[in-house]
């Protein structure tokens, strides 16, 4: 089971990624459009009288339902942390992406795989700004994301890249 520490960094990636390929999308809708079209929440009811007190019922891809479909719930996740990241790195991507650019001597930014530079760019902002996060949770947490959105080679790349940033720039606190 996934814990909700680990889901709330799974909804912030999704949310980095949409505002990263949607750039005149501002970071609060980007958040607002997520948890209101995409959000399976576990703790709401939409309305369907069939579905167990608190459960949603939902079809194909979690998307609510009122078939008698399965029934599918979010695990729990901690929202304020969605928050807290997607608000910090956005407001830290310029630096973010420096320190990245930086680090990755044969890589442009802009040809890096998208879920590995939105991995990257989470695990930067909590390695430098999230004192409550130890190193090894922080880079531990940014290669299982890109193991389970991106690839085995871009889980390589991104465990390359953060080494590197803790060991040559310090990142480690």
């Known amino acids: 089971m996934v814990g909700p520490r680990r889901r709330a960094r799974e909804i912030a990636l999704q949310i980095l ?32 009288e069939d579905a167990p ?28 942390m969605v928050d807290d990241l997607v608000r910090g790195v956005a407001k830290a991507r310029a630096e973010l ?23 990257i760019r989470l695990a930067l902002y909590e390695l430098k700004y999230a004192t409550q996060v130890p190193t090894n949770v922080a880079l531990d947490e940014a290669i299982e994301l890109t193991k389970r959105y991106g690839t085995a080679e871009g889980a390589a790349f991104v465990n390359g890249l953060l080494d590197r940033a803790v060991t040559e720039q310090g990142l480690r606190r």
């Open 17 to 48: 990624i949409q505002l990263d390929v949607n750039p005149e999308l501002d970071v609060e809708r980007g958040i607002r459009l997520y948890f209101d079209h995409l959000a399976v929440d576990a703790g709401t009811d939409d309305g369907d």
């Open 97 to 119: 992406d420096e320190i990245v650019q930086n680090l990755s001597r044969n890589w442009r930014l802009e040809r890096m795989a998208l879920v590995a530079r939105n991995v």
């Open 53 to 80: 007190a608190g459960r949603a019922k939902t079809g194909s891809f979690g998307v609510p339902s009122t078939s008698t479909g399965p029934i599918f719930t979010s695990p729990p996740f901690d929202r304020s």
